[in-house]
Nanobody, 121 residues
Framework: QVQLVESGGGLVQPGGSLRLSCVAS?????????????MDWYRQTPGKERELVAT????????SYKASVQDRFTISRDNAKNTVYLQMDSLKPEDTAVYYC?????????WGQGTQVTVSS
């Protein structure tokens, strides 16, 4: 069973930065298996649907972003460490949410438990 554990959330002032990490475990083999999964970061606020923030391919060579975070957030991955990152810069109060990572293939997807990000002065 694949498990995803997010970390790095917290309270930050507007204009600040945070880097979220998501470590994956439970693969039968190590780095090769992890590189088979696309990885996403989603976020959710109370009363709203979970929304896709950023996606990265298994190789890490391709990424895409929600328009409102383009040029402020960067998704990356280290397949040797089974880890995906979300670097968040120039944070705004509207970025406040619980952030979740997801590992997916065409047939399965796995979710982490989420990490809270609060942007407030």
């Amino acid at each position: 069973q694949v498990q995803l554990v997010e970390s790095g959330g917290g309270l930050v002032q507007p204009g600040g930065s945070l880097r979220l990490s998501c470590v994956a475990s439970g693969f039968t083999f190590s780095s090769y298996e992890f590189s088979s999964y696309g990885m996403d970061w989603y976020r959710q606020t109370p009363g709203k649907e979970r929304e896709l923030v950023a996606t990265i391919s298994g190789s890490g060579r391709s990424a895409s972003y929600k328009a409102s975070v383009q040029d402020r957030f960067t998704i990356s991955r280290d397949n040797a460490k089974n880890t995906v990152y979300l670097q968040m810069d120039s944070l705004k109060p509207e970025d406040t949410a619980v952030y979740y990572c997801r590992a997916f293939t065409a047939s399965v997807n796995y979710w982490g438990q989420g990490t809270q990000v609060t942007v407030s002065s």
